[in-house]
Nanobody, 114 residues
C-alpha cells in the first residue's frame, strides 16, 4: 500500500506563499496521476490541483493562477507551490492519486491569517 506524507504547511499572512511537499512510499507514484486536495473546517475534501505522470496539470478555478503543482518522479514527490494566499485557502491539505484510492496521509495544515 502506498504511504503518503505531506509537509510544508504553516501559518502565513494573506498574500504570502507556501510550498507543500508529498512523499510517496512506492514507485506506483511514477505512473499515477497525483492530486492535491484540501479540506476546510466543516466541509468535504475537494481536489484543487492534479498532475499526470507526463506533467499535464489541471486546477480548480479557485486556485488557478495562484497555485502550481509539480512532481519529481525520481524522488516520488509531488509539490504544491501556493502563492497569493487568501484566508479562504485555510484548510488541511492532502495528496493522493486522482482519483483518490487507498489511505490518506495525515495532511498538512495551512492557515492564512493576519
Amino acid at each position: 500500500q502506498v504511504q503518503l506524507v505531506e509537509s510544508g504547511g504553516g501559518l502565513v499572512q494573506p498574500g504570502g506563499s507556501l510550498r507543500l511537499s508529498c512523499a510517496a512510499s512506492r514507485g506506483i507514484f511514477r505512473i499515477a496521476t497525483m492530486g492535491w486536495y484540501l479540506q476546510a473546517p466543516g466541509k468535504q475534501r475537494e481536489l484543487v490541483a492534479s498532475i499526470t505522470s507526463g506533467g499535464s496539470t489541471d486546477y480548480a478555478v479557485s486556485v488557478k493562477g495562484r497555485f502550481t503543482i509539480s512532481r519529481d518522479n525520481a524522488k516520488n514527490t509531488v509539490y504544491l507551490q501556493m502563492n497569493s494566499l487568501k484566508p479562504e485557502d485555510t484548510a488541511v491539505y492532502y495528496c493522493n492519486t486522482n482519483p483518490a484510492i487507498g489511505s490518506w496521509g495525515q495532511g498538512t495544515q495551512v492557515t492564512v491569517s493576519s
